[in-house]
């Protein structure tokens, strides 16, 4: 649906289980990235990514109020890789439509919707 080339990288919409489970993990990655010390730190991280993993699916593949897209960026060279080593960056996006009578964002503009960013790269 949503592809974008970057050069070396593609942006594109997340579709298979796997880009969905290493997002989480570089979610996972980064929220553990300054306790290298603690020896419980691979544990959390498990926890942490099988849980976003699953929020992920779930917020992605649900038709609520907002659209929620998981964007990732692989590398787009001849070189054939798992999903594990193609996913470079990710980036969340939810497109809101404000309820009735809600003025947000309030920049001008006559938007009839919101976004919600997370990005991880």
Not at 59 to 78: A, G, M, S, W
Not at 96 to 106: A, I, Q
Request: positive net charge.
């Amino acid at each position: 649906k949503y592809k974008r080339l970057f050069g070396y990288y593609v942006a594109r919409e997340a579709v298979i289980d796997e880009e969905y489970w290493i997002v989480a993990w570089l979610r996972a990655e980064d929220q553990y990235e300054n306790e290298s010390g603690n020896r419980y730190v691979e544990s959390f991280k498990r926890k942490f990514a099988s849980k976003e993993f699953h929020a992920l699916k779930k917020r992605c593949n649900k038709q609520h109020r907002e659209k929620y897209i998981c964007l990732v960026v692989v590398k787009n060279d001849d070189i054939r890789r798992t999903v594990l080593n193609s996913v470079v960056g990710t980036l969340d996006v939810c497109v809101r439509h404000p309820l009735y009578g809600e003025k947000f964002p309030e920049v001008g503009c006559n938007c009839t919707f919101s976004m919600c960013l997370f990005c991880c790269i």
